[in-house]
């Protein structure tokens, strides 16, 4: 089981694009709840995904009563600028799953009503309005990962001593 981002009726291409390589290089699940502002076919939304989409996995949803009907509300964590606990204060399981709103008005404030327990916020200054959704999911998902010892994922990296065109500022390194 993997960790789940749902998207609920996200607006702009180029972030859900962008969240959907977050997904295939986490190995979480996209969950995309209509209506959406854009079609599954936008080329801005593939091109942020780039050639990432056939790692990645996602279900489309009609709306919220159809996305919990088939997931259920206990695993969910609700995203929000209105929360009241910090989204690293809460342990993460695996299968859980990340609610995102739209971009221009976030979750609805009924269902953070009803869901208060399971609401949580990303820390930010005051005269902030909220990040971008896309680095917000990644915020709160990479979280949750490292909670969770970064599963199944690569943790180290290497050199790869390919040669790289010339590069003056190395001089200032001292080496």
Known sequence: MAMNIVLVEPEIPQNTGNIARTCAATGAML?????????????????????????????????LEDFFRKNGTERCWLASTKAARCYSEVTYRDGD????????????????????????RIPMRSEARSLN??????????????????????????????PEPEAPWLDYLGK
């Not at 008005?105 to 609401?119: D, K, N």
Request: include cysteine; proline fraction near 5%.
């Open 31 to 63: 969950h995309l709840v209509k209506p959406l502002g854009f079609s599954l076919d936008d080329r801005y939304m593939r091109r942020a995904g780039l050639d990432y989409w056939f790692l990645m996995r996602y279900a489309v949803y009609e709306d």
């Open 97 to 120: 799953f990340l609610l995102f709103g739209r971009e221009s008005r976030g979750l609805p404030e009924s269902l953070l009503a009803r869901m208060p327990e399971q609401c949580v």
């Open 133 to 162: 959704l896309s680095n917000a999911a990644a915020v709160v998902l990479y979280e949750a990962l490292r909670q969770r010892g970064f599963p199944e994922m690569q943790q180290e990296g290497s050199l790869t001593g390919r």
